[in-house]
């Protein structure tokens, strides 16, 4: 049986260039996910995929990196497909894991496809440091002006509100409201 693999990193991707490769590739059955592919042991997908396969089956991927992102979680796939004598092989990639070409490929792809996740991450890390060079915010949008918190203090020391009342009045939660308050007067 061919049993196919496809696996996108984030929500807004798509799988569906993947499902249709894999269907004309003769996959009777597909797994598929939405999650990231840093290790092997979160993506619940894949170790259904592994556990599924029979010996003499065929695992396809449409390219190594879409199963692993790492030479070791490439490798750990690999041995568990040999103890089950089940081949590996990648639509878009000349990889097989039945030949010494294969194996030297699946050696030789994972190292890059390894390097290439480095080499991203430290794209993003340098465009997020000089993002905030720039005065580029991120996370979450303030949900209290510095403004709203003097008045949230001001209603507090009146004592006629409680802090749900004055959290209340300005939208936000009681812990939320606690927080700014708190931070204001670490300022002072």
């Keep these: 049986m061919k049993v196919g693999y496809a696996r996108v990193s984030s929500i807004g991707q798509n799988l569906e260039a993947q499902i249709e490769i894999l269907k004309e590739f003769g996959c009777e059955k597909i797994f598929q996910e ?12 894949l170790q259904n995929a592994l556990e599924f396969v029979r010996e003499g089956d065929i695992f396809i991927v449409t390219r190594l990196d879409r199963c692993a992102r790492s030479t070791l979680d490439l490798l750990k796939i690999s041995e568990i ?3 089950k004598n089940v081949e590996m092989k990648a639509t878009h990639q000349e990889f097989d894991s039945t030949t010494s070409t294969g ?8 190292v890059v496809s390894e390097f290439e996740n480095d080499i991203r991450k430290e794209r993003q890390a340098e465009g997020i440091k000089s993002a905030l060079k720039r005065g580029a915010k991120f996370g979450a949008k303030r949900k209290m002006t510095d403004n709203q918190v003097v008045e949230a203090m001001q209603l507090q020391k009146k004592g006629e509100m409680t802090n749900q009342q004055i959290a209340d009045k300005f939208g ?3 812990s939320t409201l606690l927080r700014y308050v708190g931070e204001w007067k670490k300022k002072i």
Excluded: F
């Design 103 to 110: 194996r030297l490929m699946r050696g030789l792809l994972s």
């Design 81 to 83: 497909l040999e103890k």
């Design 172 to 174: 936000v939660g009681r």
């Design 34 to 45: 939405k999650k990231s592919g840093k290790t092997m042991d979160n993506r619940v997908e």
